[in-house]
């Protein structure tokens, strides 16, 4: 699976980042969706949650033992579009984790000769795939229930 399948995605009608270097050039649609989506300034609504980087999910602060403050319920509401954060180097380094799923490492040799902090960069965003395909998949098998419960209602009628 491509990395793109499992993470948020920009709706890509908002103009990209030449909308962002040249919003005179926008429609007002594309413009609407700009606000929207969070591609230039947080917007009101979360685009997506994440695992909250300070407790790590656990909802405790590694800081002092107490609730963390940093999140709700583990996760953080970002309210951003995901392109927005994604700079060069994070990109070069998403193409490499694409990569190291498929065997193929950035440096010559095995797991144990590639740096620790690509490694570490390769544990969170394989934990955030999979928890944004576990959610789709938990949503899907609810949806396939619900419709299953109302075709049996519809049955016994």
């Known amino acids: 699976m ?3 399948e499992g993470l948020p ?4 009608d908002c ?7 040249y919003p005179e050039s926008l429609t007002p649609q594309q413009a609407q969706q700009r606000r929207l989506f969070g591609c230039d300034e947080p917007s009101k609504a979360p685009q997506y949650t994440i695992t909250c980087p300070r407790c790590d999910g656990s909802r405790i602060s590694s800081v002092d033992g107490e609730k963390c403050d940093h ?11 995901p392109t927005s954060y994604v700079d060069q180097d994070i990109s070069v380094a ?21 740096a620790p902090s690509f490694l570490h960069f390769c544990s969170v965003v394989g934990g955030e795939v999979a928890r944004v395909q576990k ?3 938990d949503d899907r098998a609810a949806k396939q229930k619900a419709k299953s419960s ?8």
């Open 150 to 157: 109302a075709a049996k209602v519809r049955g016994k009628r």
């Open 94 to 114: 998403l193409r490499h984790y694409e990569h190291a799923e498929a065997g193929i490492f950035p440096e010559p040799g095995g797991l144990l000769d590639q």
């Open 2 to 4: 491509s990395l793109s």
């Open 135 to 137: 959610e789709e998949s």
């Open 71 to 81: 999140c709700s319920g583990g996760l953080m509401r970002i309210h951003r579009c």
């Open 9 to 12: 995605r920009c709706p890509q």
């Open 15 to 21: 103009g990209g980042r030449l909308g962002a270097m």
